[in-house]
């Protein structure tokens, strides 16, 4: 009698990308190697997605590189997938990270607990007053393009790449950065860095009560069906959490992070949500 097909995954992956601190690769050498317990792996270049997915039940996009890398290759992609009609795990329709950081201004204006943050010169007045900013473009991430600049040069830098490129922040001291992470809806695990000046060293954290209701309101705000989200948040001196990113297109995990059983216990999580997109 003939086994049932296994599902095919697509694990879109760069697993050259240089990270500052990390070894991402790492990460999805891991997570291949579990996920084929459950499906047929193929791990690809963001480059060759398009090109390959037609092969494939589903694609699980990981570490694949901030988009503003390989835009084009990434937009045929999206096309491909909705053409086709392949599960895209995130979903296509994230309104964090994935659609641009535009939403960290209208999460402000809406009220929600962010850095306060805004696109264009003219709206520098509503930003808190600061002795340094950080100006970004949106379509950045691990901190491509990210600058610090003075008060008098902030206006300056919006205007120069044009109005809605870059967002503008002030710089904000803070305690600690602290990172939650969700699979579907459910909280899996936390982490932070103790030491502001080394961000990416990362240690397990105690999510209390009034921690995981700020970062659950963000996902569920960001409304996915289903995927992997990151909410990254810093805690300011007076204590207030305030939300640095909502990372929902390819967050990375920090796996290496956290103790064992936490770790398998995503991968289980993961895997199950996986599955339930293949019927």
């Known amino acids: 009698m003939t086994a049932p097909r296994r599902p095919a995954l697509l694990l879109v992956t760069d697993l050259a990308y240089q990270a500052r601190g990390r070894r991402y690769c790492d990460e999805d050498i891991f997570l291949a190697s579990r996920l084929r317990e459950a499906?047929?792996?193929?791990?690809?270049?963001?480059?060759?997605?398009?090109?390959?997915l037609d092969r494939f039940d589903l694609a699980l996009v990981r570490n694949s590189g901030p988009?503003?890398?390989?835009?084009e290759a990434y937009d045929a992609f999206r096309a491909r997938a909705l053409e086709l009609g392949?599960?895209?795990?995130?979903p296509l329709v994230g309104r964090g990270d994935m659609a641009g950081k535009e939403y960290l201004?209208?999460?402000?204006?809406?009220g929600f607990p962010v850095i306060p943050t805004v696109d264009r010169a003219a709206d520098l007045g509503l930003?808190?007053?600061?002795?340094?900013?950080?100006?970004?473009?949106k379509l950045g991430a691990d901190s491509v393009g990210l600058r610090f600049v003075g008060p008098t040069?902030?206006?300056?830098e919006l205007e120069r790449e044009g109005a809605g490129v870059l967002l503008a922040q002030p710089r904000i001291d803070f305690r600690h950065e602290v990172s939650f992470f969700f699979v579907d809806q459910d909280f899996q695990y936390a982490l932070y860095a103790p030491d502001p000046e080394r961000r990416w060293v990362?240690?397990?954290?105690?999510?209390?009560?009034?921690?995981?209701?700020?970062?659950r309101r963000f996902v569920a705000w960001n409304s996915l069906p289903y995927g992997i989200q990151r909410v990254d948040a810093c805690r300011t001196a007076e204590g207030e959490l305030l939300l640095v990113e909502l990372e929902d297109l390819n967050p990375y995990l920090s796996l290496d992070r956290v103790g064992?059983?936490?770790r398998e216990a995503f991968v289980a999580r993961l895997t199950a949500s996986l599955a339930s997109l293949t019927g």
């Open 260 to 262: 064992e059983e936490v």
């Open 202 to 215: 990362l240690e397990p954290y105690a999510a209390g009560a009034e921690d995981l209701a700020f970062a």
């Open 153 to 156: 040069e902030v206006a300056g």
């Open 105 to 110: 201004v209208e999460l402000g204006r809406a």
């Open 39 to 52: 499906f047929d792996v193929a791990l690809c270049h963001p480059r060759d997605a398009a090109a390959l």
């Open 86 to 90: 392949v599960p895209v795990y995130n």
């Open 127 to 137: 930003l808190p007053e600061a002795g340094a900013y950080v100006v970004k473009p």
């Open 67 to 71: 988009v503003l890398h390989y835009r």
